[in-house]
């Protein structure tokens, strides 16, 4: 994929997250210690699903990959973010640029079918339990997480071959943290009409047919828990929904309230904070959502403890 377009400039300028120097110190250790609970939290999950054999089934499969793609995903801007709040100059190449974006991308895209492939998981699990070692192998997860990653590469490739036409005249300032689709249009003294319908296109395509998966699966798993007369069975359908549940909530809101807003100066510099939650606190938390909810986990991590001390 080439680097190199017409425009004039060469490299951008990244705003950083904000300018208040009362603010600038804090929120560098808040973000210095969100990253590294991130790579530590993603780094021990994986680990815990690699070496316990109890943890070889498909939902912890489809957890190792999700936790994957947060801790690349945490790679991508989080220490160039960093170092804009101890650097005078944040600068980045048009190349450097649309490398970022195009690992944003892909590593967003493909969140989103881990997730919707997960939800598929559940229902299998819960609503055709005599049917999931058949329906739900090992063959068919691997498809789907190839699936998954083949689709979030194709969206990274449009988008960004999309961006590298565009011409980038006078102004080079981003008024972001990273390089992000809509900060970069603003920018270009090109027609970006076809870049705004590609967004749009792809975008909408991805968020209607995840969150349509998703929707029905959850609603097949509540009709189906609403004829379990055991308590007992609600219980053990919250307990392995739950942590999914609050997961896709928060990646899925977070990312509205960062792309759906108004088009106000003062949105945009809310649309940045939001942007934090989504790209930086809601990888930190997963891993927490799904070790501090699930006893298979703990039990992993006190087994692999205690190979350790032993």
């Known amino acids: ?89 944040n600068i980045i190449s048009f190349a450097g640029c649309m490398t970022q974006l195009f690992f944003y991308c892909f590593f967003v895209s493909s969140e989103c079918y881990v997730l919707t492939a997960m939800a598929y998981d559940r229902y299998v699990a819960i609503c055709k339990p005599l049917l999931y070692i058949v329906t739900v192998s090992p063959k068919f997860c691997s498809l789907l997480m190839f699936g998954s990653y083949m689709m979030g590469f194709a969206d990274a490739m449009v988008h960004t071959r999309c961006m590298i036409r565009l011409i980038f005249c006078d102004s080079n300032i981003i008024n972001h943290y990273m390089c992000d689709i809509f900060p970069l249009l603003q920018l270009s003294c090109s027609n970006t009409y076809a870049n705004e319908l590609v967004v749009s296109i792809i975008v909408g395509t991805v968020v209607t047919v995840s969150s349509l998966i998703i929707f029905l699966s959850y609603a097949l798993i509540l009709f189906n828990i609403f004829h379990m007369s055991s308590s007992k069975g609600w219980s053990k359908v919250f307990s392995t929904c739950g942590s999914h549940i609050i997961t896709v909530g928060l990646f899925y809101g977070f990312g509205m309230l960062t792309h759906v807003k108004p088009s106000s100066a003062g949105f945009v510099e809310q649309g940045k904070f939001f942007s934090v939650f989504y790209t930086n606190v809601v990888s930190m938390l997963n891993p927490l959502i799904y070790s501090l909810r699930n006893k298979d986990v703990k039990l992993a991590l006190k087994k692999t403890l205690k190979r350790i001390t032993n």
């Open 1 to 89: 994929m080439a680097m190199k377009n017409d425009s004039s400039v060469i490299e951008f300028i990244l705003m950083g997250l904000t300018d208040q120097a009362e603010l600038q110190l804090i929120l560098f250790f808040l973000l210095l210690v969100n990253y590294v609970v991130t790579v530590m939290g993603n780094l021990t999950l994986i680990n815990l699903i690699y070496l316990n054999s109890h943890l070889h089934t498909p939902m912890y499969f489809f957890l190792f990959n999700l936790s994957c793609i947060d801790l690349c995903y945490s790679f991508v801007f989080t220490p160039k973010m960093l170092m804009s709040f101890i650097s005078e100059n």
